[in-house]
T-cell receptor
Framework: EAGVAQSPRYKIIEKRQSVAFWCNPI?????LYWYQQILGQGPKLLIQ????????DSQLPKDRFSAERLKGVDSTLKIQPAKLEDSAVYLC?????????????FGSGTQLSVL | SQKIEQNSEALNIQEGKTATLTCNYT??????LQWYRQDPGRGPVFLLL?????KEKRKERLKVTFDTTLKQSLFHITASQPADSATYLC?????????????FGSGTRLSIRP
């Protein structure tokens, strides 16, 4: 079974530039999550999708972050404009049980460095 | 305030010994608690889930306990091996919250020396 795919693996940008991350969850997993993991901390949820609808985006900084999952499969997370404090690993995860965060499957993440 | 705490200092264990990692929480009532393993440069990998009405769960060399009175979960690796070296994260889901309100601890780095 293929895992959660993410790209790119690394990205270095200047502050105020924009960046986009892509995620393809495990086939058949209806629920998709984007997490931000700052060095030395645990993952923090940014947004949760159920199929192509947003379930929870309460912790997403909407003035600069946006995410979409148009066809209910793969998803894109965008930051525009980026700030220094956005330097982190951005993890995508999916789960088999709709709406549940039990047993999450994570991708390897995109490590973002904002200079 | 609500907190979920794991030992921030790395845990160094001799191969073959039992490693015990702690996850403490305050001002939460978890419906269930999960443990994940994270290797450098990789995403977390699910290991075990224990529910509030369960005291203990086992999987091969892994054991998790959940004490809602002490507000603590312990994660044990018996007969530890160097390949068990990684960061271990606990994550709790508060009872009564929406399914999205899962909170991760900051993790404990475990090193098993040969």
């Amino acid at each position: 079974e293929a895992g959660v795919a993410q790209s790119p693996r690394y990205k270095i940008i200047e502050k105020r530039q924009s960046v986009a991350f892509w995620c393809n969850p495990i086939s058949g997993h209806a629920t998709l999550y984007w997490y931000q993991q700052i060095l030395g901390q645990g993952p923090k949820l940014l947004i949760q999708f159920q199929n192509n609808g947003v379930v929870d985006d309460s912790q997403l900084p909407k003035d600069r972050f946006s995410a979409e999952r148009l066809k209910g499969v793969d998803s894109t997370l965008k930051i525009q404009p980026a700030k220094l404090e956005d330097s982190a690993v951005y993890l995508c995860a999916s789960s088999l049980v709709p709406g549940s965060q039990e047993k999450l499957f994570f991708g390897s993440g995109t490590q973002l460095s904002v200079l | 305030s609500q907190k979920i705490e794991q030992n921030s200092e790395a845990l160094n264990i001799q191969e073959g010994k039992t490693a015990t990692l702690t996850c403490n929480y305050t001002n939460y009532s978890p419906a269930y608690l999960q443990w994940y393993r994270q290797d450098p440069g990789r995403g977390p990998v699910f290991l075990l889930l224990i529910r509030e009405n369960e005291k203990e769960k086992r999987k091969e060399r892994l054991k998790v306990t959940f004490d809602t009175t002490l507000k603590q979960s312990l994660f044990h690796i018996t007969a530890s091996q160097p390949a068990d070296s990684a960061t271990y994260l606990c994550a709790l889901s508060p009872r009564g919250s929406s399914a999205s309100k899962i909170i991760f601890g900051s993790g404990t780095r475990l090193s098993i020396r040969p």
